[in-house]
């Protein structure tokens, strides 16, 4: 065999070897909540919201049926919330990993935007939520309310 044969093997060797042991972990979702004809809230206890509108949902770690994401992968992961008050109550709503709190976010006026951005890291199996605050609201056209997350990097 060739020098030259011998290099283009090693290196074709070398290429699948690190396509194959390395896959990339993809993971993205992008939900709405879903129009209604009432608004979301105001409930008597802190309630999960389910964005159940899934625009995507790549790696399938978010459920749209409980709200939950799920962490597939331990890495680092984005994750951007908006929802828009309604009424005169405001809306609060509240991110979490696990049972832990991250952040808050309020919309004081009708039509305001209550916003969370926020950087995690997570392991395998950690759970992010957004809960709505009992006794605030959301206005019910899901459009203007989303919830999208993003795997950075492991």
Do not use: W
């Amino acid at each position: 065999m060739s020098v030259k044969c011998l290099v283009l093997f090693l290196s074709m060797m070398l290429f699948v070897s690190l396509t194959t042991s390395h896959p990339v972990k993809r993971v993205a979702f992008f939900g709405r909540l879903p129009d209604q004809s009432s608004n979301f809230g105001p409930y008597s206890v802190d309630t999960t919201l389910k964005f159940s509108q899934m625009v995507n949902n790549i790696g399938g770690a978010y459920d749209p049926n409980t709200g939950i994401f799920t962490a597939p992968h331990s890495g680092v992961y984005m994750f951007n919330i908006h929802v828009i008050s309604s009424y005169e109550k405001g809306a609060v709503i509240t991110l979490f990993n696990n049972s832990r709190i991250i952040a808050t976010g309020y919309g004081q006026t009708l039509h305001d935007t209550a916003s969370i951005t926020a950087v995690l890291n997570l392991n395998i199996g950690d759970k992010v939520r957004v809960d709505l605050l009992k006794g605030h609201i959301i206005d019910n056209d899901g459009i203007y309310s989303s919830f999208t997350g993003v795997m950075l990097y492991e």
